[in-house]
């Protein structure tokens, strides 16, 4: 369709923009009253009156103080790295093996990987947790980290894209005598940068955000993630709203930056994640 | 599904010229990868399936009761309240969401100025994290919150009492909480899939309609639509499958109450599992999730020649 119209005539585009405006302010309202109650001491959001000399970043403060925030901080931090980079990297070698190289049960071995996108996560809790809990690892990091490692989606949209490389560049590499890891290091990595940051930002996203999983496998406050660790608050100051929105801006907040500093990358990564490469 | 694998690479001859027929460096490639998934998917998969056919709580024996749990589901009236509700969240959200998904996408197409701003605000909710997001609309929801605030100032104008029931409190709405919440989050992804669908729809076709005297609707009914219907196809499976596992949202907002009304299956599973130990009972109903997921790709592949337009394959 030409992008043009409803953009022709001045009152259909009025019509466009306040439509659009009312949208963007359904939208950004969830956040404004985030933020605005946040920064407000909690007897100014039951009178619903912020006066601008009552600003405060006194919740913030009080929030690590009531709980261990700092602490959920660095565990959502650690794990989320570690997963990110590990789940890439992990992928990206399967990857180049399933698109590059020549081995008995290449064709078998991919298609059980296939088969298992189709398999709902809710499938695997259970005797995930029972794993886990077997191999000694309730509420350690190991735990958060490792069952978020093997991503059979980012070695799938790796594999295709490995496929599109020029053949001639692995060839004319090993006539130099490259070795496959030289190979996949040297040329495949610099070459899939932008789709390796793509589906990073899927996995940051999806591992920072990520709740039923740290939510089995933490028991204390040690090992939660801030979004565990939010639930629980809800639980206990349900209606401290200066402070839950205060932790909440806090959850929220690096994806958040990351977001506005690499809106395309994420939106691409996102969509082509949340499309399973179709 | 069926179109994930694709067609091997072109000059497969040449690509082998430099290697051997078995090139052994590649197990130790796919090593660390096939090890996590025979532990956590394949593995995890049988001990699934195994587990849904004993009756078992993380202590003490185990005892084989063949279909037990599965039949006791079948009496179980909170399974059947659950699994409604889900249904409910199917049929409420994933139509909700490609009509206001293809809506905001239709007005971005336009050329106007600040498309990119409005994308980015819309797009905005799918990064944020589902725990917030479900915490500030318990806040923006409540009886006494701002968004009754708002909506009675706006009756108070009008002489109109428009102010939302108590989404949160009562068994009758707090449903409509969780599809307002998952809207609110989602649809911003819908809409992305759609503007780029749209995009993609050839101009040339959308002046030969107005040539034959299409008004905006029919072009959009008989042109647009039929163009895009694999984005629709794409993202209605997609979001079925999604609301079939959803969880956070009422867990965090309405902790699937008041009185189960608002808990989903996935919610129960949770329970079953980690509340009441019942972890047959638990892998019973992942299954059970699972038939439903899979017959449900399964039809809608089937069904897509019927309503699904492809350009030349």
């Known amino acids: 369709m030409r992008p043009n119209e409803a953009g022709r005539s001045l009152f259909g585009r009025v019509v466009l923009y306040v439509l659009l405006i009312l949208g963007g302010l359904i939208m950004l309202a969830p956040f404004v009253v985030m933020v605005v109650v946040s920064l407000w001491p909690n007897t100014a959001f039951m009178a619903r009156r912020f006066p601008l000399d009552q600003i405060t970043l006194a919740n913030y403060v009080e929030t690590f103080r009531v709980l261990p925030f700092g602490r959920y901080f660095i565990n959502s931090a650690f794990v989320t790295v570690t997963v990110t980079i590990g789940q890439i990297l992990i992928a990206s070698l399967a990857a180049f093996a399933f698109a590059r190289l020549r081995f008995r049960g290449r064709e078998a071995i991919f298609l059980l990987y296939l088969a298992t996108l189709m398999i709902p996560s809710q499938v695997t809790l259970i005797p995930n947790f029972l794993i886990i809990r077997n191999l000694g690892w309730y509420d350690t990091y190991a735990a958060l980290i490792v069952p978020g490692l093997f991503s059979a989606l980012s070695t799938f949209l790796l594999r295709q894209f490995y496929r599109s490389i020029p053949i001639d560049l692995d060839d004319a590499a090993r006539i130099d005598g490259a070795s496959s890891l030289r190979i996949w290091g040297q040329i495949m990595l610099p070459l899939s940068r932008p789709i390796m940051a793509a589906l990073a930002v899927f996995a940051f996203q999806a591992s920072w955000n990520d709740f039923l999983w740290p939510l089995v496998v933490t028991g204390t406050d040690q090992m939660r993630t801030i979004p565990i660790g939010l639930s629980y608050f809800v639980g206990q100051y349900a209606t401290a709203w200066n402070l839950l929105m205060a932790g909440s801006v806090i959850a929220l907040l690096p994806v958040l930056i990351l977001y506005l500093l690499a809106q395309k990358t994420f939106v691409q990564g996102i969509t082509m994640s949340g499309m399973g490469g179709r | ?313």
């Open chain 2, 1 to 313: 599904m069926s179109d994930l694998a694709a067609p091997a690479a072109p000059s497969r001859r040449s690509f082998f010229r430099w290697r051997p027929e078995q090139q052994w460096e590649a197990y130790l490639f796919i090593l660390p990868s096939l090890l996590g998934f025979l532990l956590f998917v394949f593995l995890a998969v049988s001990i699934s399936f195994g587990i849904s056919f004993v009756d078992w709580g993380l202590t003490g024996p185990r005892g084989f009761v063949g279909l037990a749990n599965y039949r006791e589901l079948l009496r179980d009236p909170v399974f059947a309240r659950t699994a409604g509700n889900t249904l409910f969240y199917i049929v409420t959200i994933v139509p909700f969401q490609l009509i206001l998904g293809l809506l905001m996408a239709i007005a971005l197409n336009q050329a106007i100025r600040g498309t990119e701003l409005f994308r980015m605000i819309y797009f905005l909710p799918v990064v944020t994290a589902i725990v917030a997001g479900a915490i500030v609309f318990r806040l923006l929801l409540a009886r006494n919150g701002p968004v009754n605030d708002a909506l009675g100032w706006l009756g108070g104008t009008i002489g109109l009492d428009v102010r939302l029931p108590d989404l949160l409190g009562s068994a009758r709405y707090s449903k409509w909480s969780v599809v307002l919440l998952t809207l609110w989050k989602n649809t911003g992804f819908t809409m992305v899939v759609y503007l780029a669908a749209l995009q993609g729809v050839p101009p040339e076709l959308v002046d030969a309609a107005k040539v034959d005297g299409a008004g905006a609707w029919q072009r959009l009914r008989n042109v647009t639509i039929p163009m895009i219907s694999p984005s629709t196809f794409f993202l209605f499976v997609l979001q079925t499958i999604g609301a079939f596992q959803l969880f956070t949202e009422p867990f965090v907002m309405t902790r699937g109450g008041p009185a189960q009304s608002s808990m989903p299956v996935v919610q129960y599973i949770y329970q079953n599992a980690f509340q009441y130990t019942r972890m047959g009972k638990a892998s019973a109903i992942a299954w059970f999730l699972f038939i439903f997921i899979f017959g449900f790709t399964l039809i809608q592949n089937r069904m897509q020649q019927r309503w699904v337009h492809y350009e030349t394959e």
